[in-house]
């Protein structure tokens, strides 16, 4: 499998987990949503909010690769998020802006051609410090980093009742 076909196949994955888990986040009170469970970003939205803006930010990053990916412009219009805690609490509103960078990581991952990973990005952390690193590890952590945090907001929804059933990425991949 190719990098392309890895980043299309781990955005389509992407998607539909997010769909799921906020279909079963929506289904609990909003105070089972907010509490503080003792999970590394406390509750299940602190965890979802952190999605979201882990993947805000890594996006404004793939933003400035010099394929100047077209489906990146809204990410480019973005303001940069100010932290990585956001708890406004509205459940509904962090998922209209899920299915909003679903579909643009959806669409840049099919934009995505191969020589595009052979680049080493440059950019700043969130201190303001300067990395370089291989733009190829940087979408494996990209997706990498979304699917440990899912699973982390998973076993939330497990301990609030909620059976999430497979979430296997086995499920999305094709048969030879």
């Given amino acids: 499998m190719s990098m392309c076909e890895h980043a299309r196949l781990m955005a389509q994955y992407n998607e539909w987990m997010n769909t799921r888990l906020y279909g079963a986040a929506l289904t609990l009170p909003a105070d089972a949503v907010l509490a503080d469970k003792g999970a590394f970003f406390g ?25 100047a990916h077209a489906s990146l412009d809204p990410v480019r219009a973005m303001a940069a998020p100010a932290s990585y805690d956001e708890r406004e609490g509205n459940l509904e509103a962090l998922r209209e802006r ?33 990395f370089s690193r291989p733009f190829s590890g940087l979408v494996t952590h990209f997706f990498n980093h979304q699917t440990h945090h899912r699973g982390q907001a998973t ?20 048969e030879a």
């Fill in 43 to 67: 509750s299940l939205y602190g965890t979802l909010s952190h999605i979201v803006l882990g993947d805000t930010i890594w996006l404004k990053r793939f933003s400035m690769h010099p394929a």
């Fill in 98 to 130: 899920r299915i909003a960078l679903d579909k643009i990581i959806g669409e840049w991952a099919a934009e995505l051609a191969q020589a595009d990973f052979g680049h080493v990005l440059k950019y700043n952390n969130v201190k303001g410090m300067p």
């Fill in 155 to 174: 076993a939330l929804l497990s301990q609030a009742g909620v059976d999430m059933g497979t979430t296997d990425l086995l499920m999305l991949v094709p």
